[in-house]
């Protein structure tokens, strides 16, 4: 794993943290699919384009650290690989390792206030899903898919999801696979936003 951050300290805080968990490899240079973990107060124009550097086209995940984000600014940066976002004040060690470990496993791990607000805004808009307009794709979302995305976005992990829905581990795995492979998306973060920016939950 590799940290990005805008200040020195905030760098050295969040190493100090995660220095000391086996299960986390601390390096200088990214390697492909490993995660970068980045620092910011608000999603700046310095922090998206370090992200674009990090994350471009070879499987990285990132999580973001910051003290806000608008939302509108969600679905710009799961585009662009974002698995996992810490609100700084809640980033004690336990919750940086989670969000780190969740996006080495190509998991999303988002704040549920974050999340709740996304739900509420896709609600208060017409369906595209539901009334076959223009923005509803061809290629969509099965009925199992939707079942699972809809757990997903609640913040479930794959044996909670299995269980809830009495389907094996594995075969949770595969739907995701599956749709994220058809679909072009990145990461469960970014499924999540496109079954909400497409009306399926």
């Keep these: ?15 100090s943290a995660l220095d000391r968990d086996a299960r986390i490899e601390i390096r200088e240079r990214k390697s492909p699919g490993g995660v970068i973990l980045l620092v910011d107060h608000v999603l700046s124009q310095g922090t998206l384009t370090q992200m674009r550097r990090a994350v471009g086209g070879d499987g990285s995940k990132a999580v973001l650290v910051l003290d806000t984000l608008q939302d509108d600014e969600f679905h710009e940066i799961v585009s662009y690989g974002v698995s996992a976002v810490v609100w700084r004040h809640e980033a004690t060690r336990n919750r940086l390792i989670q969000a780190v470990l969740a996006a080495a496993r ?23 899903a539901a009334a076959g307009g223009p923005g509803f794709p061809t290629c969509g979302l099965t009925p199992r898919e ?44 970014h499924a999540v936003a496109y079954a909400l920016r497409e009306g399926y939950i």
């Design 106 to 128: 190509g998991d999303g791990d988002l704040p549920a206030d974050l999340l709740g607000r996304l739900i509420r805004q896709m609600g208060t808009g017409a369906s595209p």
């Design 146 to 189: 939707v079942e699972v995305m809809r757990l997903v976005a609640e913040g479930f992990g794959t044996a909670k999801i299995a269980a809830e829905l009495c389907y094996s581990e594995r075969t949770i795995k595969d739907v995701m696979y599956k749709l994220t492979t058809r679909l072009h998306l990145r990461n469960r973060a």
């Design 1 to 15: 794993m590799v940290v990005h951050a805008r200040d020195p300290i905030s760098r050295e805080g969040v190493l």
